[in-house]
């Protein structure tokens, strides 16, 4: 990279607008990541863990000072259908959206969609009494008592 272009990617929002092609080392499963295959020319997490780094406060503007590790904590789904993660900063604790690229581990996203599922709140055992206090019958069985 000339001393020009070094200069441009450094000034403020320079990603906003252009894409970033730089490779990188995942700090947390420390595999290599790469801009190709990502389906976009802003890749921002690795395709295998989904973690990133907090380096944006807006995305593309590289002002965050914090630099650390964004894990995924959930997923939603966006109005035209698309999924995005939910990454929440370790250090800080901010929270971000940034959309599924399209090398992104099925399986991971999977994983992440399905927690609320697998760890629910409450203890699973105090379900039909929880159902009962809210004015239902409480019977999981599907048939009336």
């Keep these: 990279m000339n001393r020009e272009n ?11 607008t252009h894409p970033c092609t730089d490779s990188f080392t995942c700090k947390v499963c420390g595999r290599p ?6 389906g976009s020319g802003h890749r ?14 807006e995305p ?7 630099g650390g590790i964004m894990e995924p904590v959930g997923v939603w789904v966006r109005k035209n259908g698309e999924w995005a993660v939910i990454h929440r900063c370790r250090r800080c604790g901010h929270l971000s959206s940034n959309r599924v690229a ?5 399986m991971k996203l999977m994983s992440i969609a399905m ?7 409450f203890p699973l055992e105090r379900i039909e009494e929880m159902t009962a206090l809210m004015g239902g019958d409480g ?3 599907g048939a009336q008592r």
């Design 115 to 121: 927690r609320p599922l697998s760890q629910p709140p």
């Design 44 to 57: 921002n997490h690795c395709p295998n863990c989904l973690s990133s780094l907090h380096v944006d406060i």
């Design 60 to 66: 593309g503007d590289r002002s965050a000072d914090c």
């Design 102 to 106: 399209a090398d992104d581990n099925p």
């Design 33 to 38: 990541v790469v801009a190709a295959g990502a």
């Design 6 to 16: 070094k200069r441009r990617s450094y000034e403020k929002g320079y990603y906003k």
């Design 139 to 141: 019977c999981l069985c």
